[in-house]
């Protein structure tokens, strides 16, 4: 059945939405953006600086390196760097611009400790306040469930922006995607026009391509991708792997390289795509029709992540990586009931890898979840598939997809505090 006008539009919104470029590790990344726009309101270098973060901030922030710093780690340095050098306008780009002198400064502001980091007593999973101070100035950035979605300035106190939000949903975002169905995704990408798309994937395959490559050559991290394809060989499905796995390798170890990201996170972003480039190239396929495996790759996994959220316990990798494998699925002539069958055999397999902030060891978490995609994608090429009652899989793919947001929305919940608690005591 065709998409109406609306529909259609609707998919090519949410693609442009969420398919866009970013500097690092959006976390860090979206508290040094939060203080860049703080500083810019104040209009000068603050003096002191509070970042209040909700515990899935810390989470992600704690065990990667910020880019361009080549160690600097954590909340304070993300804060300090986002103010000293950061440029707002950049969006997640934020940090493009920083050199050497940007750096200097904020080791020398870091060793001051102008920075006072709290945990923020919030539901939101993503939510920062920014408050930056100099003399008897200050200046109030929030920014709540997207990582450059301001919802609240202030300077002196006198409120200069205020956007409606719900604290618990994401209600930010322009496009709806609450209509969107495994079906209705595979008539968009039968259907598209590639001159609406191709603009947003090329720059996918471009940079993404780019820093899977730098992270296959070069140290960084453990070398996850290295490994892969030093201990498992030249076959398709470990390069595939290992492409997704290298450009994390990277990208978690401060490579300054960008990466187009998938809901709001690089790893899912590269995940989400790099595996389908690799068997695009292995099968020969044309450029236009990767371009509409990509549109089910990205859509299959922002699907699954409307329902999921921005940020939780559960992995973000298994939902990306069943996306790819939706994809690949695609590139050998799948239709919705091969799709459906690949994404219910992936989720049936890994759903419950836990996300313990970003660091280097989510490269192997990529690696796993990026196998587990394509056995479900070759368990399906042979008519095999895991079937509704068993576990948590359902009588039909929205169910089932409707089964994992909940258990990654609300039964992760502890799990996501527990994790918290562990991380902060250690």
Sequence with gaps: ????????????????????????????????YTSAKAREVLGVIPERIVAECSGNIFKNVKGVIIPTTKYLRGVEAAAILGAVGGDASKALEVLSSVNEKHLEQTKLLLEKGICQEKLLDTPAKLHIIIRAYSGNENALVEVIHTHTGIVRIEKNGKVMLDVPHEMQEEKIRTTDRECMSIEDILEFANTVDSSDVKDILNRQIQYNTAISDEGL???????????LLSAYGDDVKIRAKAAAAAGSDARMSGCELPVVINSGSGNQGMTVSLPVIVYAKELCITTERLYRALCVS????????????????????????????????????????????????????????????????????????????????YMTMQGRGFKSGEGIVKDSIEGTIDSIGKLAANGMKVTDEEILRIMVNS
Excluded at 1 to 22: C, G, H, S, W
Excluded at 346 to 371: F, R, Y
């Design 1 to 32: 059945m065709a998409l109406n006008r609306e529909k259609y539009q609707n998919y090519v919104n949410i693609l442009k939405e969420e398919l866009i470029p970013a500097l690092g590790c959006t976390e860090p990344i979206a508290i040094a």
């Design 217 to 227: 050559h070069k140290i960084y991290g453990a070398n996850i991708g290295m490994t």
């Design 298 to 377: 990205n859509l299959v996994a922002i699907h699954q992540k409307t329902k999921i959220g921005r940020l939780s316990a559960y992995c973000g990798a298994v939902s990306a990586a069943t996306g790819a494998g939706a994809g690949i699925s695609y590139l050998y002539g799948g239709g919705v009931k091969e799709i459906s069958q690949t994404i219910t055999s992936t989720l049936a397999n890994v759903s419950g890898i836990v996300c313990d902030g970003a660091k280097p060891s989510c490269a192997a978490k990529i690696a796993s979840s990026v196998d587990a995609a394509l056995l479900a994608c």
